[in-house]
C-alpha cells in the first residue's frame, strides 16, 4: 500500500488550479481510490454556493485517473519528476446525479477500476465512481479513459 502522507495528486493528473478537482488522496491501491475535496466559493464549478453537477462529474474523472496515473510511477518515486500525463474521458456510460454539494463541504470520492486495456504508448480503462458529501450520495457513474504519458 502507498504511503498518501507523501502524495502529491497533482504529480498523476495533468490538471492544475484551478482546474484541479481534487485535494487529498486518502487510500489508493491497483484498482481502488479514495479522495477528498474542499469545496470553495471561487470554484469555477460552484453557482448560487452549490458544486454543480460538471464539477462533480470532473471530481469524478480526476479521481479515476489518478488509479491509472499511479501506474506510471514507481512506489518509491512518488514525486514522478520527469512524468507527464495526459488523458481524457473517452465515454461517460452512465451518470446518476442525487444532489449538488454546497460551498464550505468536504466531498469525498471512491473509485474503481472495472477494466483496463494496457497499449505500447496508452491506457484505455473503465472505472465506475461513487462521491459523497456525509452519508449522502450526491453522484455515481461509470466512465472511460484514455491516458498516456507524454515523453
Not at 484498482?31 to 454543480?52: A, M, P, Q, R
Not at 506510471?72 to 456510460?93: A, N, P, Q, R, V
Not at 462521491?131 to 457513474?141: A, P, Q, R, V, W
Amino acid at each position: 500500500m502507498v504511503d498518501v502522507s507523501k502524495l502529491d495528486i497533482s504529480k498523476f493528473l495533468p490538471h492544475r488550479a484551478p482546474f484541479l478537482m481534487v485535494d487529498k488522496v486518502l487510500s489508493i491501491g491497483e484498482e481502488h481510490v479514495s479522495t477528498s475535496f474542499h469545496i470553495k466559493s471561487d470554484n469555477v464549478f460552484v453557482e448560487d454556493d452549490l458544486f454543480n453537477e460538471i464539477g462533480l462529474v470532473e471530481c469524478a474523472a480526476q479521481t479515476c485517473s489518478s488509479i491509472v496515473g499511479k501506474s506510471y510511477f514507481e512506489d518509491d518515486d512518488l514525486e514522478g519528476l520527469g512524468t507527464k500525463l495526459i488523458g481524457f474521458i473517452s465515454t461517460i456510460k452512465s451518470v446518476q446525479l442525487y444532489a449538488c454539494a454546497k460551498v464550505g463541504t468536504t466531498i469525498m470520492a471512491d473509485a474503481q477500476l472495472v477494466s483496463r486495456f494496457d497499449a505500447d504508448d496508452y491506457t484505455i480503462c473503465t472505472l465506475s465512481c461513487k462521491i459523497t458529501d456525509e452519508e449522502k450520495e450526491l453522484l455515481s457513474c461509470e466512465l472511460n479513459l484514455f491516458i498516456r504519458e507524454v515523453k
